[in-house]
């Protein structure tokens, strides 16, 4: 969805109070959690499950499989600005309810979403409690175990809670479980372990020759679309999307940005190392929550992949993601040549990848 020609000026205002104001967030927040105290006692959130991989991996697809199960509950972009009061703005806006009509979102990838599809809004969350730690001048911080403070990791339980408690049915089927897409999860998967003890954590990997391509051909899209339309750019650094264009902050995995700065331009070099470094953060983890996803494993043999998804994320009707085998199509973007590569960049990201697919495999 192309958000400068989707949101009307009423729209745009309203997210302009949200962000701009951020007392605006935590007070409703706030409030939010005192009218429901109640509601809330009975809400129990247990076996999350968190997507997350750099950028162009094959993430947003694994949320819509999962999604569209109807066994989870997730943030969408009907949740949009006022998304640490899910409780509250859906009760306000029921009589303002956009159809949902689905478009092509602003990646230019096929991928068609409505304001009922699932998105990556989680990390407003992160940032609204976690922002000073996480935002650096020029760099996203990494998020280890003991950086998350007890509101941190109270507020973003109850945010999930209150999330499971506003997605409740008319049903009286077993009770849905949070889903979440956010690829800065990458870099914080044990603090997620931490906050969640009981989370699935899936983190999802694509062949490096293809995922760099793709990562460099976004990048240049937003940042034209950022020069041209300046809401864009603020709405993607308001819901804490710094992958691509004029936002663009790297995850500093290992230390070498805070050492060395950005000591030069996103080139097909950078991308392959960041992704290296991305990739051996989340190997290097060693959390037992995590599993890894093959994006190429799943668009190839897609019958026993997505055996193998509904059972990480112990999804209980496997035939709903069995039905998605048909749907399942390989990328189109042209992967790089090796030749055309830097070679350590390459020989590294080369290594990487074997380790994630041993990894795939041992689980």
């Known amino acids: 969805m192309s958000y400068s020609k989707s949101y009307s000026l009423v729209d745009r205002a309203l997210h302009h109070v949200a962000f701009t104001l951020p007392f605006v967030q935590r007070s409703l927040g706030d409030l939010e959690n005192d009218l429901y105290r109640r509601e809330m006692a009975g809400v129990v959130s247990r076996e999350e499950v968190f997507i997350t991989g750099v950028p162009r991996a094959g993430t947003t697809l694994v949320l819509e499989l999962l999604y569209g199960t109807g066994e989870f509950a997730s943030f969408t972009y009907r949740d949009m600005p006022f998304i640490l009061a899910p409780l509250l703005w859906r009760r306000l806006s029921m009589s303002s309810r956009k159809e949902a009509i689905r478009a092509e979102r602003a990646h230019g990838d096929g991928m068609k979403v409505s304001f009922d599809s699932p998105e990556a809004f989680e990390e407003v969350a992160w940032l609204a409690f976690l922002g000073d ?204 040549r090796p030749d055309a590569l830097p070679a350590e960049s390459w020989k590294a990201a080369q290594e990487v990848h074997q380790r994630l697919r041993a990894a795939e495999s041992s689980t």
Do not use: C
């Open 133 to 336: 730690y996480v935002l650096r001048e020029r760099t996203v911080a990494p998020v280890p175990p003991d950086a998350v403070t007890p509101e941190a990791a109270a507020g973003l339980q109850m945010l999930v809670r209150k999330l499971l408690l506003a997605s409740r049915g008319p049903d009286t089927g077993p009770p849905r479980r949070y889903l979440s897409k956010n690829n800065a999860n990458i870099s914080r998967l044990r603090a997620l372990e931490r906050i969640f003890p009981t989370a699935r954590v899936l983190v999802v990997f694509r062949d490096p020759l293809a995922q760099v391509a793709s990562l460099m051909t976004q990048h240049r899209r937003f940042l034209a679309e950022h020069a041209e339309d300046r809401f864009s750019q603020r709405y993607m650094r308001w819901i804490g999307h710094f992958e691509f264009g004029a936002n663009f902050r790297p995850i500093d995995f290992e230390g070498r940005y805070a050492r060395d700065g950005l000591t030069r331009e996103p080139d097909v070099g950078f991308w392959l190392d960041y992704w290296a470094s991305a990739y051996r953060h989340a190997l290097e983890a060693g959390s037992p929550q995590v599993s890894f996803v093959d994006f190429d494993r799943l668009v190839a043999a897609p019958a026993a992949s997505l055996e193998r998804l509904a059972s990480l994320a112990a999804v209980r009707n496997r035939e709903h993601l069995a039905a998605a085998v048909a749907t399942l199509r390989a990328p189109t973007v042209q992967p790089m």
